[in-house]
Each structure stands twice: as structure tokens, then as C-alpha cells.
């Protein structure tokens, strides 16, 4: 099946296979006059559109930018999107004075939504995902990480993780699966912290590991949930089955897990409101993709990461929603990325290479997604309007007309195609 998309004011990306640092941040190619054409699910051709009516036979089918940009898909690195409940008091409660930490030792909090999770049906579950995904994708995203993590026990966490794999199966927009079992300590083992260490390392892991239901990892390393050492025991156990990392690090105090998962050579560090410039000093120097998530700033009302240090120090840095029902609850990349440009103080350019090719990297797959490049997955779209500025400078409302997943039309118009 071949797809040509045409009538685009702009076709706009950023280059690589791998994540940009520094000025390469914000370099975006802009073409003009050019068309996009995939084949099997790939780009083929990004270019000149008369050349390519030369070189290439009529595409089984055309979709008409009709003046609108085109961009490559959001890929969201950091999402919590399985869950049942809400928390919807809780938002209130902040907005009178308790704090998001004040309300989870009050028994709220994550482990408030993992009761509701652990009640709920496997169907009810994946129902909920399917429609959230509706909502990723109409805002543009076309690949999210999915983490577990509203079990913390054996049948819910592989319960969440059931529903992240069948909802990849039946949704066209990619899940790449995260067990987040050491996501707080649930409140039956509060007195014992060390004891659920030792269950999620003796029975969760091997569970899952066995079941093939994780390609990483990750934790929430703060003080009062899991400390530097629990949590380097937890990143060894997991990188013994070969799982990559991810880590929720310095979110609300600086307690060192950017360095943590720097030392575990890990996909990424996320959040990093609280991080030292001890713990940007590592960044700079290694692999690690720094995933920030304005979005949960904004919605607790709390400090920023120090983003600008970060670019200058030539930390790679991503962006994601940190989507879920306490401190993030929004799907759309297109909030984040003017909460990233207002409140983090990025460029639109850079911005948009965060969430995307970045954004990949975060996820290890940046030699396959995240920009519009032969060889790259046809994972598009195009905007309803005619530069790419719009994206954020109109911000609040919903900016995408049409989505390309794999080569074929996804949404039109706005709307799913079913
Ligand atoms: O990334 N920090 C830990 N986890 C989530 C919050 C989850 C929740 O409140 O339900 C986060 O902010
Ligand atoms: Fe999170």
C-alpha cells in the first residue's frame, strides 16, 4: 500500500538517528514545495514533489495537506495510561493547600488508584485504555510508553501489563510496556518496605520476566517511597533479565536518582525538577535522555526543571505527558509542548525535536521513529494550520487535522477513522 501526502505548506522535521543535544536541538529542516510518500508502513520519499512524480509510480493513495504543516508523530516516553477511578478530590484538596506528598501519607495518592485498579476487570481496564488512546491519538501522539505500576502486587501488576499488550494489539498507536511495580510501597506492606523489595525482586520480576510482558523498568526514587539503595537494588535485578531503564528521579527533593540511573546506564531520568548539577553533570556526559514533564509542574504547581541549564550543559533531553490521574492528567503533547516553551523556556524548535526524535531515543528506537526520513516508520501529521509555530502558539486547543500511523490514514479531519 502506498500513501503520498501532498499540499502541505511545510514539511518540517529534525534529522538523526539519534537523540540532538545543544544547538542541534533546535535545528529543524523545513521543506517546502515537497510531498511524503510511504510504502509498507515506511517513508520512501521526502522531497521535491515534481522529482517525485518522475520517480515514482501513482500511489494507490493521496491525502491533500490542503496548506497545512506536516510533522512527524509525537512519541510520548513517559505515560501511565492504564488505571481505574480518578482523582478528581484530590486536585480539589490541593487547590485548598495539602500537598501531593500530605495527601498520599493520608493513604491517597497512587495507592488510592490502586485499589480502585486492583478491583477492576481485566475488560473494564482495557476498555478505559482503549478510549485514552482515542484521545494520544487525535492529539497527535503515535507511540507511548506504558508503565504499570497501579498493582503493586503479582496479579494486578501483570494484570495492568495483560491490558498494555492487548490494547497494543487492538490500537494502532504503539505501546512499548514498562513494569512500574515499584511505583510506591503499597499501604499493606507500609511497616516493611524491605519486604516488598524482596517481593517484587523474588516473585514480580521473574513473573513477568517469564511472561514477556516488560521491555523495561523503572521506579519512583524519591524520599519516603523507594531510597537510593532500594532502588539500585531494583535496577540490578531488572537489568538482570535484560530490561533497559527508566526512572522516576529528583521529582519533588533532590535526592540523587538522575545519578543513579546514569550509573545504571539507563534509557532515561525523568522529571528532574529537584536535579543537582552534580546530576546534569552526569547527564551531560552519558547516554541518558533527561524526559521532562512539564505538564506534571504545571499541574501541582510546583518548581520547573532547570531545562536551559540542562540544553547548555548538552544533556539530551525529551518530552512527555507523565500522563495519569494524579499529577498529569492530560494525553495531549501539544499542552506539553506550550507548558515546554512557556514554563521550561524552550524554543518551539526545540521543543518539537524533544517530543519527537528525542523523544525516541528515550525509548531506544530512535533509528526507526521520530522524524520524517526514508527508512523511518510513516508515522505523520499534519497540522490545521499552515506553519509549524501554530502548534504551540495557539495553544488550548486541538491542533491536529489528520494522522498518518504506518502509512495509513488514522484520524481525518479530527476524527478516528474506524
Ligand atoms: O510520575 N511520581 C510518581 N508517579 C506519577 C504520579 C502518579 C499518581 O499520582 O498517580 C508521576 O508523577
Ligand atoms: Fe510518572
Redesign the pocket.
Known amino acids: 500500500m502506498s500513501l503520498l501526502i501532498r499540499g502541505a505548506s511545510q514539511i518540517v522535521t529534525p534529522l538523526g538517528t539519534s537523540a540532538c543535544r545543544k544547538e542541534a536541538l533546535g535545528q529543524l529542516t523545513v521543506l517546502e514545495s515537497a510531498v511524503v510518500r510511504c510504502e509498507d508502513g515506511r517513508i520512501v520519499w521526502v522531497g521535491d514533489s515534481t522529482e517525485h512524480d518522475r520517480r515514482f509510480p501513482k500511489a494507490d493513495q493521496v491525502l491533500d495537506a490542503q496548506g497545512g504543516c506536516v510533522l512527524p508523530g509525537f512519541v510520548d516516553p513517559h505515560t ?1 495510561p492504564v488505571w481505574a477511578g480518578s ?1 478528581e478530590d484530590e486536585f480539589n484538596r490541593r487547590l485548598r493547600g495539602e500537598s ?1 506528598m500530605d495527601i498520599a501519607r493520608a493513604g491517597g ?2 495507592n488510592a ?1 490502586v485499589s480502585a485498579t486492583r478491583t477492576a476487570s481485566s475488560e473494564a481496564l482495557t476498555q478505559k485504555t482503549l478510549n485514552r488512546l482515542d484521545t494520544f491519538l487525535t492529539h497527535g501522539t503515535t507511540t507511548i510508553e506504558a508503565k504499570s505500576g ?1 498493582g503493586l502486587d503479582l496479579p494486578t501488576e501483570r494484570k495492568m501489563l495483560e491490558v498494555i499488550r492487548d490494547a497494543d494489539a487492538e490500537h494502532c498507536v504503539d505501546l512499548i510496556p514498562t513494569c512500574l511495580a515499584a ?1 510506591e510501597v503499597p499501604l499493606e506492606y507500609r511497616d516493611r518496605p524491605e519486604e516488598f523489595v524482596e517481593l517484587l525482586i523474588q516473585e514480580i520480576h521473574p513473573q513477568v520476566a517469564e511472561l514477556d510482558l516488560a521491555v523495561a523498568i523503572d521506579a ?1 526514587c ?1 524520599e519516603g517511597v523507594f531510597s537510593l539503595a532500594q532502588t539500585r537494588r531494583i535496577l540490578a535485578d531488572a537489568a538482570s533479565y535484560g530490561w533497559r531503564i527508566h526512572l ?1 528521579a529528583d ?1 519533588l527533593t533532590p535526592l540523587g536518582g538522575t545519578e543513579v540511573a546514569v550509573e545504571m546506564n539507563a534509557l532515561s531520568a525523568d ?1 528532574l525538577i529537584h536535579v543537582t548539577d552534580a546530576g546534569i553533570g552526569a547527564l551531560a556526559e552519558s547516554d541518558t535522555v533527561a524526559i521532562l ?1 512539564p505538564g ?1 509542574s504545571f499541574f501541582l504547581r510546583t518548581h520547573y526543571a532547570p531545562a536551559r541549564k540542562m540544553i547548555d550543559a548538552g544533556c539530551a533531553i525529551a518530552l512527555a505527558t ?1 500522563f ?5 492528567p492530560t494525553e495531549s503533547m501539544p499542552t506539553i509542548l506550550a507548558l515546554a516553551c512557556l514554563n521550561l523556556g524552550l524554543t518551539v524548535e526545540e521543543a518539537l525535536t524533544a517530543a519527537t526524535l528525542n523523544a525516541a531515543a528515550a525509548l531506544d528506537r530512535a533509528d526507526r521513529l521520530g522524524s520524517i526520513e526514508s527508512g523511518k516508520a510513516a508515522d505523520l501529521l499534519v497540522l490545521d494550520a499552515p506553519t509549524y509555530h501554530h502548534l504551540v502558539y495557539h495553544h488550548g486547543v486541538n491542533p491536529i487535522r489528520h494522522v498518518v500511523k504506518g502509512g495509513k490514514v488514522v484520524v481525518r479531519d479530527g476524527r478516528i477513522e474506524k
Not at 324 to 328: L, Q
Open positions: 501511565h482523582r501531593y495518592g497512587i488508584t497501579y511505583h519512583f524519591e522516576h521529582e522529571h514533564l506534571t507523565d495519569n490521574p494524579g499529577s498529569s
